[in-house]
């Protein structure tokens, strides 16, 4: 009973946040931001503990699995494209994911982060499950892990199209890199607004992303912590 | 009846999932199921076992609500009470700085490694 209530009223606020979204674009209403603040203020009110309500909402989550794999259709669909553009490819995300790795260590170093929060940041750019597992290898606390990335989620789609238009990228190849490396998933949801091709690329940067970074965690991360000793 | 095909292709697309999950478990590959279950789709597609037509309102319909299914772990932030202190608010700072230099890199790079490329090929 309480899985249906939760799936449904979830369901209900994150139409309407959506609707609410397309009238009045305002990055507030953005709706991985807007839905679980109304949620978790909904919750609070009738003093549902959290964890009721996640357990509540598992197929929800659960979900994410097959919509991972419905991605395998933009990519089979522009295979040529894909073939064509394979060197910009390989050089955007060996670069985005360096810089995504080392920023994250510098500005944490600077900031003078507690090292699990340190260590649990750096993954924190890429596709849940995967960055759980490099926040694993390298001694960070995972479910810290997937916290940053939802963050870093949320903040990539409320700043996408912003950074798009500043600086005045036209091609959907390069928006879509840009999206599916910074903000994996959700950033990939963003390149749909800008047709199929941004949504194929976002959905490659966003699995090879996840798969350079898995080699990161093994070779490069490992010294980088060493450093902080 | 658009609903019911979105429904049964959903359902079908477990398959994969399935497929992925028992791959996964024989040969202890480092990639999570969903990973595995993209590349099982996209080889089924390109070896023409299955139709296009099978999978692709079911597909273009999780692709569009993708954002529904992040919403349980936000909502599960709450349960990180660190998040609610100065590093807390730290952390968001250095998420957000680093999240606009890697998507404001990687686009600058990709487009202007395109526009490269088209120079040269004229």
Do not use: C
């Not at chain 1, 949620?39 to 009738?46: D, E, H, K, N």
């Not at chain 2, 099982?40 to 273009?60: H, P, T």
């Amino acid at each position: 009973m309480i899985f249906l209530f939760v799936t449904v009223v979830t369901y209900v606020l994150y139409r309407f946040t959506k609707a609410l979204n397309n009238k009045v674009s305002f990055p507030v209403f953005h709706p991985l931001l807007f839905t679980p603040t109304l949620l978790i203020g909904l919750i609070a009110l009738f003093r549902i503990p959290a964890n009721d309500y996640l357990e509540g909402a598992k197929v929800l989550t659960h979900m994410l699995g097959p919509a991972t794999i419905a991605f395998a259709i933009p990519i089979y669909k522009n295979l040529d494209l894909l073939k064509k553009y394979s060197a910009i490819i390989a050089v955007s995300i060996t670069a985005g994911s360096l810089i995504a790795v080392f920023t994250s260590f510098g500005l944490s170093l600077l900031l003078h982060l507690d090292r699990s929060f340190l260590v649990s940041v750096l993954p924190r750019s890429i596709t849940t499950p995967i960055a759980m597992e490099v926040s694993r290898e390298i001694g960070g606390l995972p479910t810290l892990t997937t916290v940053f990335v939802i963050i870093t989620g949320i903040v990539g789609g409320m700043i996408g199209p912003s950074v798009i238009k500043k600086f005045a990228i036209q091609s959907p190849v390069a928006k879509g890199l840009a999206l599916g490396m910074s903000a994996h998933g959700v950033g990939t949801n963003k390149a749909m607004e800008y047709g199929e091709q941004a949504t194929t690329f976002s959905t490659l940067a966003m699995i090879l992303a996840a798969s350079i970074t898995l080699v990161w965690g093994k070779f490069l991360i490992p010294s980088l912590v060493g450093l902080i000793a | 009846m658009k609903i019911v095909t979105i429904l049964i292709q959903i359902i079908f697309i477990h398959v994969f999932l399935l497929l992925a999950i028992g791959i996964k478990s024989l040969f202890s590959i480092p990639l999570p199921a969903s990973m595995i279950g993209l590349v099982l789709l996209f080889l089924a597609l390109y070896f023409k076992i299955i139709k296009l037509e099978w999978v692709e309102q079911g597909a273009n319909w999780l692709m569009a609500e993708l954002l529904l299914f992040f919403i349980p772990s936000a909502v599960g932030i709450v349960n990180y009470n660190e998040i609610a202190s100065w590093q807390g608010v730290e952390v968001i700072l250095i998420i957000g700085v680093s999240t606009f230099i890697v998507m404001s890199l990687t686009a600058v790079i990709a487009d202007g490694f395109e526009k490269l490329k088209r120079v040269d090929s004229q």
